[in-house]
């Protein structure tokens, strides 16, 4: 049977991906902090659903912990590794800038070289559309300069895929790195758009909008994320080194976004307008072209679908 790891596997993306890994049958270490950095009891409520699966076995250790990640990289002998977690949001990374670079940076560092030590070949793992910092061009594609980063956060997922390029020359490590846009759906975070508009518009408080709502998303649902991210698992080995774009390449403007949310929940937003945050883009939209090419990607899900799939799933799990 495979086995891998996969990190940040409490997380939003992570615990999807093991999800539908176990499916597939295959048999899945999986390792987060189940860090503070929102809600934990959401990423142990994510991670109880994992354990009832009986080829899942879970690691409560932080990435930049070097040794005690070495003794699972000793113990677990898994063949692939799918890198997910990370300190994610664009926002935070101001107010807490070394925390990126705690797991983003020397987090990621201590992947690669105990990958290169225990002879894995094959890392898939998360990059971001926020590399694309603000450029006036889209779609964003790939080859494209991203030299220029508007936030911390997008400085070091553009090192990751430094770093992993230099690990591919030197120890012939294969790494496909996944630039996620915007990803939602059920199980997402709470520090995320959609999360807190609903949340907000349910509680009957005010949501905040920046920029007047005079930016656009190219919103991603989860299931097609996954998709994507099992299709990278299956090709890595063929493709060497490389990043692809896994975004919708339907960027949906923040106004026509807080409509669809309305009219799912039936209730009317307040909203609160508010300037553009530093850090934020305008607009984000993704050339899919490379992973259609490489990994026979073709996101399915509509917005309204995606958005109605979450908003069953908040009410649910949050009973409101
Ligand atoms: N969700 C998106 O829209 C999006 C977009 C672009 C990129 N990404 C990237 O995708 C990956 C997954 O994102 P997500 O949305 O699932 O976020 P998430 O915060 O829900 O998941 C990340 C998980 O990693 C864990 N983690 C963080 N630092 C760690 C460390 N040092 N050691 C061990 N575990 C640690 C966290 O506890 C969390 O459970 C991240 O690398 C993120 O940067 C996400």
Aim: proline share 3%; glycine share 6%; hydrophobic share 40%.
């Amino acid at each position: 049977m495979r086995k891998i790891l996969v990190t940040g596997s409490a997380g939003f993306i992570g615990f999807h991906t093991a999800r539908r890994l176990l499916d597939e049958g295959w048999q899945v270490v999986g390792l987060d902090n189940l860090n503070r950095y929102y809600d934990p009891r959401l990423k142990k409520a994510r991670n109880k659903l994992l354990r009832r699966h009986k080829n899942y076995k879970f690691y409560k250790c932080d990435i930049a912990d070097y040794p005690k990640l070495e003794n699972i990289f000793r113990r677990e002998k898994f063949t692939i590794i799918c890198q997910l977690a990370a300190q994610a949001g664009v926002r935070y990374s101001l107010e807490n800038p070394f925390a990126y670079i705690h797991s983003n940076i020397a987090g990621f560092l201590n992947i690669l070289e105990l990958a290169g030590k225990y002879k894995i070949k094959d890392i898939v793992y998360a990059s971001s559309s926020s590399v694309y910092g603000d450029s006036a061009k889209t779609p964003f594609t790939e080859t494209a300069s991203v030299d220029r980063p508007v936030s911390l956060y997008a400085a070091t997922k553009k090192s990751n895929e430094l770093m992993a390029s230099v690990y591919h020359k030197l120890y012939g490590l294969r790494c496909l790195g996944l630039r996620f846009f915007t990803v939602y759906g059920p199980w997402g975070r709470p520090d995320m758009a959609l999360f807190k508009f609903t949340r907000n518009i349910l509680a009957g408080e005010k949501i905040p909008v920046y920029n007047k709502g005079r930016m656009a998303r190219d919103f991603t649902y989860i299931d097609d994320i996954v998709d994507g991210i099992i299709a990278a698992l299956a090709r890595v080995k063929d493709v060497d080194c490389a990043v692809v774009n896994l975004g919708n390449n339907q960027p949906v403007r923040l106004t026509a976004f807080i409509k669809i949310l309305e009219k799912v929940l039936g209730r009317q937003a307040r909203q609160e307008l508010l300037p553009l945050q530093s850090g934020d883009v305008l607009k984000t939209c993704a050339d899919i072209t490379q992973a259609k090419k490489l990994l026979g990607y073709a996101p399915q899900y509509k917005l309204a679908a995606g958005v109605r799939a979450f908003v069953e799933w908040y009410k649910s799990y949050y009973k409101s």
